[in-house]
């Protein structure tokens, strides 16, 4: 299969509405992101305009919609939009919002791809990482019955079956055999509630920019006439019937099993979450938010966990992109604190290196007398002037520049490193290098494991 590029928007395009619970009106803004930047959300509503990536990590609850909270700053109902643009093929995208929650609309993505056309899709040069299933993954909430099955599929395909046990509803499947699909057979799916639902909402002022205009409401439970008045209220309509399929008369379905399509859509909104292309076939069984992001984060747990465990194949045996010579003249660092001793692969994300950890070296004197074991903060150490070669490379004049370390965070140490080992270093950027500041996740492997793990944080600045 040809390797496929990166895609973000061309331009920035907005759109306004009101939001669903708290009745305000909303703008949102889609911004071009750059490559490998995936989704996230920025209120610039509030100081310092902070952001929320869409990763499950940040999922705090799910009454009522997917809702993520970072240091304390909330966004509401975020698979809508995530759907959106997962469906157009988009993989980095900036969403500038001022305020808790993207505007309801219609309760489906139709405005929100409308929007994102609009502004026109372009490619990056970066490659997409897909996750390829390769087995059966599942998780299923006991309590609800729900569950969602991923398998293996040459595309990313999902099939939803929905029951609610409700006669007025029934049992509905929805089935997206490509995601390029999503735009004619999924967006334009509105969200729809049942009426006794609908009335704990209106009783306790939490869909505050509720309208018959976005959602579908069936009537599972008896329309009594002080019911009817408080919709009427509510809805600011003079008069609400029942229509012959059970819904109130406030809409047309679009589709038979326009519910069905509905969570179809939201489980594409909520495994966006996973932070990764996924290639294989999704199957849902009574989904909901609640067992969506669930599975997303069992899903991206496995996924970190693949790719932490996947060790660069590398020919020893070849001659090396830059030697130990070569490497002196870019690094600063000398023996005994050289602690690189080729450098296998370069690019302008990445970097693989390698060391040859021998019974000569210096730290082993202490470390330990009658067990050597090479010390983590070296290890640490080496991964990071590893990444000094990444970050000195993108300057004419490496040799004129000292690097420094800003920060080590979650750091982990898996095997020892015993004397005779070698050494592989793999880092890839988290950001783009900007201003000299190099942002990157480092893994450093032996005998074919995982032995350590940082994301570390350093800047080049020049020999004044």
């Not at 006794?196 to 579908?216: F, P, R, S």
């Not at 809805?235 to 059970?246: E, L, R, T, Y």
């Not at 069905?260 to 999704?282: E, N, P, S, W, Y």
């Not at 991964?383 to 490379?393: D, F, H, K, T």
Request: aromatic share 6%; with cysteine.
């Amino acid at each position: 299969m040809m390797s496929k590029k990166q895609k973000t928007i061309q331009k920035e395009v907005s759109l306004t509405g009101v939001g669903l619970h708290t009745g305000n009106n909303v703008k949102m803004t889609f911004k071009p992101a750059p490559e490998n930047h995936g989704f996230a959300f920025k209120r610039v509503d509030l100081e310092g305009c902070p952001t929320i990536e869409a990763r499950a990590e940040f999922v705090v609850n799910t009454q009522r919609g997917t809702n993520l909270e970072k240091n304390g700053v909330l966004i509401q109902t975020s698979e809508h939009v995530l759907a959106a643009a997962v469906g157009l093929d988009i993989d980095n995208l900036i969403i500038e919002i001022n305020a808790s929650e993207p505007p309801i609309m219609d309760g489906s993505s139709k405005f929100f791809v409308k929007a994102l056309e609009k502004a026109g899709i372009t490619e990056l040069d970066a490659e997409i990482e897909e996750y390829i299933v390769k087995e059966i993954i599942s998780y299923k909430d006991d309590f609800t019955g729900s569950e969602i099955i991923l398998m293996p599929s040459d595309e990313y395909q999902i099939t939803t079956m929905v029951d609610f046990g409700t006669k007025i509803l029934g049992t509905q499947n929805a089935t997206l055999d490509n995601i390029l699909d999503f735009k004619n057979e999924i967006a334009d799916a509105r969200t729809f509630s049942f009426l006794h639902e609908i009335e704990m909402l209106l009783e306790n002022d939490l869909i505050k920019g509720g309208d018959l205009n976005n959602a579908i409401v069936y009537v599972d439970k008896e329309l009594s006439e002080p019911t009817m008045n408080k919709l009427k209220k509510a809805f600011k309509k003079d008069n609400i019937k029942v229509k012959s399929n059970g819904i109130l008369d406030n809409l047309n379905l679009h589709w038979a099993n326009e519910a069905a399509r509905h969570k179809l859509l939201d489980v594409i909104g909520d495994l966006a979450l996973t932070g990764t292309r996924i290639r294989g076939k999704v199957i849902a069984n009574k989904p909901g938010h609640q067992v969506n992001t669930q599975f997303a984060k069992k899903l991206a747990k496995i996924i970190k966990q693949e790719k932490r465990n996947k060790i660069p194949q590398i020919d020893l045996n070849q001659t090396p992109l830059m030697d130990i010579h070569q490497i002196m003249e870019i690094l600063p660092h000398r023996p005994p604190f050289l602690l690189v001793d080729r450098i296998l692969e370069l690019s302008d994300k990445h970097v693989v290196g390698m060391k040859n950890v021998t019974m000569n070296e210096d730290f082993f004197i202490g470390h330990f007398p009658g067990s050597p074991v090479m010390p983590g903060v070296l290890q640490v150490e080496a991964m990071a002037q590893c990444g000094g070669i990444l970050v000195l490379s993108t300057v004419p004049d490496p040799e004129n520049y000292l690097t420094y370390f800003m920060k080590m965070d979650k750091v982990k140490f898996k095997q020892k490193v015993l004397p005779g080992d070698t050494l592989i270093f793999k880092n890839e950027l988290i950001t783009p290098i900007r201003r000299g500041i190099c942002h990157m996740q480092a893994y450093a492997y032996a005998n074919g494991k995982l032995v350590a793990e940082a994301e570390l944080m350093a800047q080049i600045s020049k020999i004044k």
